[in-house]
């Protein structure tokens, strides 16, 4: 077959339309191949490859569906790869060069076309309006109340019209001809579901390929959506919907019977509720899940981000409380559930290696393998705290930063300083075995009392943004006060929480 007898071509180039090869012509050259199983899971094949000289194509099918793919009068497949507005004005067209523009993303200039053909054939309306029923009632049920019309006298008119009409339009007391408008007025949401309905009412293909209708609808009519294409499915059975979606809202949207196929380069991936589970958080494209017992996952994600290959791989998630995380039992089914690898981020809260341990077994994370990253000092904060992280980040001198730093700490009120110290260590140890060691006086006592390793990151932090209001002006540096709302913003060449990435990666592994 020719490039001009083809009835669908995505593009002149049409041998390049394999994935990362392009066709070729030899018996055991390169091919696009395709399988399809009937009712009764008897395979049919089709294999296309390039004729002779890259002329054109051929196509080999073998299998009991060959003679219903070769012999219909119209394609058997509708291809949907959407639509950014309807062309200002249409004229009639020969059919194979309505349904080629159709199939090679033209869609805006054969829309009327397409619905005028479905609606009335090739004699066209007379001089009277014809209200288009059948293809309202499918777009009212994702735009309620929607009604369209078509006009096209084979003896008056050059362009075929079309209007529509919406709930939102209407003048009350008034003709709907007072309100309706043109089909190039609709947005690009709204021409994108009238497309998929007037392709599946015409051609009533097969196979209809529906490349992201989710990209111009709100999550809402998404989903409406997905249940009128469930119903048109089950209305006309003899058409197999397929639909390509990056969209979480749409796949959840999804019933139980629709199946499910996560692609990756070229090859299934996964299927099923794995798809379905990845999708509603938003993992699909990820390889590690951090549960976090923070709320604020930005300064988590700021330390990810110094690595961007890895922070790709990487998605957080708050739990809002370290009481909150999941179990090592959890975890593991969550792996097992969603195939995904996990990793547990708490805070230290000023608990000792002993006590690390303790509430790791207490967690059940040792005994599932569940690798978890504990801050080095009280919570992520506090490694934003040293005179080198402040320097880069105000680009001052170290000298300048240290005292930054020094003036901070010494602004701290020393009775709030160790009774919040208590009240962090007591609440993060109040669920371990009790020991001579496991109080507030103790651990005070051990980590050296009143110095930085003291105070909660968060608090210090604070201190030290204002710390820069007093130091910097001293030095000649007040220009660089700007600059403290950067200071929980990793800077480059001064990595921070490097045992971050080490764990990581060790958890990808």
Sequence with gaps: MTLDQMDFVPSKDFLDLAHKLKLQNSAGGRKISVSLLDADDTETSIAISAARNNAGVLTNIQGPLAGELTANDKPSTAYIPGIAGAAEEETILAVPIMHRKAASGEGGSVLRQIILAHAVGPDGTGQQYRQLEELSKWVSMILPGTTFWVKFDRLRDRNIDVKFLTNEMKVHGQSHTVAWKSIDMAGTGFLQVVQIFAYLLYFRPKLLLVDEPDAHLHPGRQQLLIQALEKASLEYPETQIVISTHSPHLVRALSDHALIHWLEDGAAKADGDVVRERMGWSILDKELLIFTEDGNTDKLQHLLNQWPTIA??????????????????????????????????????????????????????????????????????SSFCNAAHVAGVMDVPEHVAQEIVDTAIASYDQGEWMQLFSNAYSDAVNKLPTNGDRNPIARWAAMGAYNASTIKGKKLLGLIANA?????????????????????????????CIDLRSDVLAALA
Aim: aromatic share 6%; glycine share 10%.
């Design 312 to 381: 790709q791989k990487c998605a957080i998630w708050p739990t809002f409380g370290k009481d909150s995380l999941p179990n090592g039992q959890k975890a593991k089914a969550l792996m097992a559930k969603m195939q995904i690898k996990i990793l547990i981020h708490r805070d230290r809260d000023f608990m000792s290696d002993g006590d690390v341990q303790a509430w790791k077994d207490l967690k059940g994370y040792p005994a599932q393998s569940i690798p978890v990253w504990l801050t080095a000092g009280s919570d992520i904060e």
């Design 468 to 496: 820069c209001i007093t130091v910097l002006p001293n030095h000649g540096l007040a220009q660089r006060m700007g600059r403290r709302s950067g200071l929980t913003k990793p800077t480059q060449g001064q990595p921070i």
